[in-house]
């Protein structure tokens, strides 16, 4: 067995540069020559977490308006110049965020810089009844590609539902509601952009062929000029109890076979009893050297796939589910009390010292493949940075991660992942004409 | 500066790019004919390996089609080294993924290595080539889950689409007109002897290429050298790839009950990478459907909104290929998106600007740069270009004939290739909702499973 790590010590060494420019943009600068491109990535500290009741959807909305132009910019121009410039480009909202990027070649960096800083700075002047519209349109067709048409599409609608209380924001998915999109004007669209859209709320980074002071000199041409402006307040987060109760919700539809999932509270991202849940839920369910996967694939052919994952956020609770799907007509019942038993008998007896090595060196690939690529990289750095406080810890993150104890695993996994506070969402197989 | 008012600037003008080629390789042939391609770029720790047998899946037997597949599937699930889940077990407690995929033109296996584990991950990879146990119960499993991965997908309108229009598009006598993992019919009936005679006839170092990219230690001949140089198999036998032929233009209605939108293939069998008009149609089909701003997306999404997102691409082969425009649309405004759709096709009416080529070509030649940044990129890149035939220098030779290209050149190519009323149109979606007004728009589909 060879658990021993890729890197010294486990820190990596790539080099961070951050400045605060006096409007309150963070900007981040990461050189790497290796080839003549530029990571340029934007979180805004905004996400679907912070759509107040009847505004589900609208962080992903507002995020295609992004692109439908500014006081500077024609509709659709942002990405028509970026991509004609070389560059690729694409922005993506979560719970917890959103964000935009760009890698471009070197001699495209200042249009990049300049079209993010049209946006942040004038977006309102572009935002239009028309472009409203048609974007709603294609968020729609968006949800039914995605969501409504695909099968088992709706799982973690039904999944969060469960697991969080209404009202909650984490209860509601990020693409949202259709009926709270058709209730949207230009004027909530303006009242949200002027909230969140400023540069205090932003975190901007720069991974690539540049020289910091080159670049700091360059971004500062671009947002310097753009005004400060009071950053949102957020409610406090609050830590939810684990679940109690077990509570339930069973639907069918048309899908190729049943399914049975599992989910948990678990702490907030960031925590050391975050991060030994995730090492408990790769365990257990993580890739087909997994218990679940070995027990209900593997040994019992129960299941066509199981596993288990946990989903990391910052306002005060994170997310954890398992899963096996059916095969060939296995009972869910039957399913879903081996999936229970995999878990009571991971909290009776915690980790192997191979498992927790595994763990280890799988989760030490995972980050450094992450790094490999200047997007993702420059990605992290905005990550760590905006809901952590520093991109520092994307170099410390290894080590980090590999000091968490079989007990602290074990612990964590008492604390988080018993059977009892889980909740259950089960997909029958709809017969014809059966439907929910 | 403080900035309590705005203040922009202007508009500014785009630099040229950073000179920028395919990076270079060390290339050297081990004595039993495996052919060794390593690529050394500096800062990328995980070392990704890719090796990539010469084995077309004209080489299954007809009734057993999907026994590739299968094969490449159960390549894991233990050797005679590392029997039973030991293998699994192995590979990943030294950090490294392993998969193996088939294409037509022949089978890959796929490895993700931290750089330290390099050696040991290279004897876990020719272990899995060379000596899987490939159990009765290995196929036996991996045939169920690979029966319940086929059921998964056809439930998926998208994927359903895919497969409606390879059929739609291909000869039915061509091995490509099927799935590559198989059918249901010949799936069920394959054995574990048939997977294991299929390894031991095809799986080989002759013709075969292995791959290594990434941040290299320098004694990276030594460790391939150490793993593979005694991977021998005097039963290999060589099969020939197939030329792929299209068929004749159809216009299908798939019948999905109770879909709320439908997935639109439209397509024409064209042409693969060898094809001297080929730098001319990718530019071509680019400016058509490949850009944000292309010809199809700006009318079927931004102004129509129909539209989450449609795209025109080539799937080229490795003698012969197709062109097909995706998308999904809700189901009011299917029958108006595909009447559009062959009208913003048709070159001839509306040649291909020259600033539309530029904006294309500055766009393809852009983003390879970073396509092939990281050692994953590369090694995927390379097995792309080996199963089509090719090596890396096709990547700078096609830079250079971008160039060439002129907006009369990619036209005629269009034109040609992709002429607005010879398309072949495949719907998968709710029959009862769609069929009334394809037929009105003028489609005279042929209604499938209902």
């Known amino acids: ?436 | 500066m403080t900035a309590d008012t705005l203040s922009l600037r202007p508009r500014p003008e785009l630099g040229a790019p950073g000179p920028w080629s395919f990076p270079d390789a060390d290339v050297f042939t081990l004595d039993t004919g495996l052919t060794v391609r390593a690529y050394h770029l500096p800062g990328q720790h995980v070392i990704s390996v890719g090796l990539a047998l010469d084995l077309p899946l004209t080489a299954e037997p007809a009734d057993k089609e999907g026994v590739a597949a299968l094969t490449a599937a159960c390549l894991d699930q233990g050797t005679r080294t590392h029997p039973g889940t030991s293998f699994a077990d192995a590979v990943e407690n030294c950090g490294a993924v392993l998969e193996a995929t088939v294409t037509y033109a022949g089978t890959q296996a796929y490895l993700d290595v931290p750089a330290t584990h390099l050696g040991t991950a290279l004897t876990l990879l020719v272990e899995a080539v060379r000596e899987p146990e490939l159990s009765d119960a290995d196929v036996d499993r991996e045939r169920s889950l690979a029966l319940a991965d086929l059921e998964q997908r056809l439930a998926n309108g998208s994927s359903r689409a895919d497969r409606e229009a390879r059929i739609a598009l291909i000869d039915p006598a061509c091995r490509a007109s099927r799935r590559k993992g198989g059918e249901q019919e010949t799936l069920t009936t394959i054995t574990g002897e048939d997977v294991r005679r299929f390894h031991q006839t095809g799986y080989g170092p002759t013709r075969a290429t292995l791959v290594v990219a990434g941040d290299l230690p320098a004694d990276v001949r030594q460790l391939v050298t150490a793993a593979f140089g005694t991977w021998t198999n005097p039963a290999q036998r060589l099969v020939a790839g197939e030329s792929v032929r299209g068929r004749e233009r159809v216009a299908v209605l798939v019948h999905r009950p109770g879909a709320v939108q439908a997935d639109v293939r439209i397509g024409r069998f064209t042409i693969d990478r060898t094809d001297p008009r080929w730098a001319d149609y990718q530019l071509a089909v680019h400016v058509l459907g490949g850009a944000f701003l292309s010809r199809l997306n700006v009318v079927l999404r931004e102004e129509k909104g129909y539209t989450y997102g449609v795209h025109l691409t080539n799937a080229p082969l490795r003698a012969g290929g197709y062109t097909v425009l995706s998308g999904s649309f809700r189901n009011e405004v299917v029958a108006d998106a595909v009447a559009l759709a062959g009208p913003l096709l048709a070159v001839a009416a509306k040649p291909l600007t020259a600033d539309e080529l530029d904006r294309t070509r500055r766009y393809l030649m852009g983003v390879q740069p970073l396509q092939y940044a990281t050692a994953s990129g590369v090694c995927h890149g390379v097995l792309t270009l080996l199963s089509a035939g090719l090596e890396h220098t096709f990547v700078d030779d096609l830079r250079r004939r971008w160039t060439a290209v002129t907006p009369e050149s990619a036209t005629e190519a269009a034109a040609e290739l992709l002429p607005a009323d010879d398309l072949t149109v495949v719907v998968v979606g709710d029959a009862d909702a769609l069929e009334p007004d394809l037929r009105a728009a003028g489609f005279d589909v042929q209604v499938v499973g209902r």
């Open chain 1, 1 to 436: 067995m060879c658990f021993h790590s890729a890197v010294t010590n486990l820190e990596l060494g790539y080099p961070l540069i951050e400045r605060t420019l006096p409007n309150g943009l963070r900007v981040i600068v990461s050189p790497d020559h290796a080839v003549p491109v530029v990571a340029v990535n934007l979180w805004y500290d905004v996400g679907s977490r912070d759509e107040v009741d009847g505004e589900s959807g609208f962080a992903h909305l507002f995020e295609h308006l992004m692109f439908q132009g500014s006081a500077n910019v024609a509709s659709g121009d942002h990405l028509g110049a970026m991509q004609a410039a070389g560059a690729s480009v694409n922005a993506t909202t979560f719970f917890d965020r959103t964000n935009y990027f760009e890698a471009v070649p070197t001699g495209a960096l200042d249009l990049a810089l300049w079209l993010e800083a049209d946006r942040m700075a004038t977006l309102p002047a572009a935002l239009s009844q028309e472009n409203l519209d048609n974007q709603r349109e294609v968020v729609k067709e968006e949800k039914r590609q995605r969501y409504d048409n695909v099968p088992y599409g709706d799982v973690f609608e039904h999944a969060l539902a469960l697991t969080f209380p209404p009202g909650h924001p984490y209860a509601h998915t990020v693409i949202g509601s259709m009926a709270d999109l058709d209730a949207a004007t230009t004027e909530t669209a303006t009242r949200f952009f002027r909230s969140f859209y400023q540069p205090g709320n932003c975190v901007l980074t720069l991974v690539g062929d540049v020289e910091p002071e080159d670049a700091f000199a360059r971004v500062e041409h671009y947002f310097g000029g753009i005004p400060a402006a009071v950053r949102p307040s957020r409610e406090e987060s609050v830590a939810l109890p684990p679940l109690v109760g077990v509570p339930r919700r069973t639907v069918t539809q048309p899908v190729p076979e049943g399914a049975v999932y599992l989910t948990w509270r678990l702490p907030a991202r960031g925590t050391r009893a975050f991060d030994a849940c995730d090492i408990a839920l790769d365990i257990l369910g993580g890739g087909q050297t997994s218990r679940l996967y070995r027990r209900l694939v593997h040994s019992e052919q129960l299941s066509s796939g199981a596993g288990a994952a946990a989903l990391g956020l910052i306002g005060g609770t994170s997310f954890a589910y398992a899963y096996a799907r059916a095969l060939e007509g296995t009972p869910l019942p039957q399913l879903e009390s081996a999936v229970v038993s995999e878990v009571e008998r991971f909290l009776a007896e915690g980790p192997t010292d191979e498992e927790l090595g595994r763990s280890r060196v799988q989760f030490e690939r995972e980050w450094l493949s992450q790094l490999a690529r200047v997007e993702s990289r420059a990605d992290l750095f905005s990550c760590y940075a905006t809901l952590h406080g520093s991109p520092d810890l994307v170099n410390s993150r290894v080590a980090e991660f590999c000091s968490i104890t079989a007990e602290e695993v074990r612990d964590a996994a008492r604390a988080w992942l018993a059977p009892d506070a889980r909740a259950v969402l089960t997909y029958e197989r709809a017969t014809e004409g059966e439907l929910s």
